[in-house]
């Protein structure tokens, strides 16, 4: 079992930034890919962003691409989401997921149909314009 918890959400106004925070514990030693998706009220829940750890290869959704990156910190367990210029739409509550998954392009598609195992509660994310 994988256990994770987001931090660092809060409200912002229009153009603003913040950086999300995902701590993992438990089994962590077999997960090899771990993503950002966030669900807006009245919405899908939809991917903001992915990475294959190890090789450090990044996919991004349209949407956020140029605005937010992708990174991790293996001595501390942490995947981060840096999320500059931040706009009204990127309001949502924003999940961290991991999945076991070796190899990129088995990442990119878990990603994109969002079926990851382990997700953590979530951090609210509010822009103001």
């Known amino acids: 079992q994988v256990q994770l918890v987001e931090s660092g959400g809060g409200s912002v106004q229009a153009g603003g930034s913040l950086r999300l925070s995902c701590l993992a514990s438990?089994?962590?030693?077999?997960?090899?890919?771990m993503g950002w998706f966030r669900r807006a009220p009245g919405k899908e829940r939809e991917g903001v962003a992915a990475?294959?750890?190890?090789?450090?290869?990044?996919y991004y959704a349209d949407s956020v691409k140029g605005r937010f990156t992708i990174s991790q910190d293996n001595a501390k367990n942490t995947l981060y989401l840096q999320m500059n210029n931040l706009k009204p739409e990127d309001t949502a509550m924003y999940y961290c997921?991991?999945?076991?998954?070796?190899?990129?392009?088995?990442?990119?598609?878990?990603?994109?149909?969002?079926?990851?195992?382990?997700w953590g509660q979530g951090t609210q994310v509010t822009v103001s314009s």
């Open positions: 997921a991991a999945g076991p998954w070796s190899g990129s392009g088995f990442c990119y598609a878990h990603y994109q149909r969002a079926d990851f195992p382990y």
């Open positions: 438990g089994y962590t030693y077999n997960t090899y890919c």
């Open positions: 990475i294959y750890l190890g090789a450090g290869i990044t």
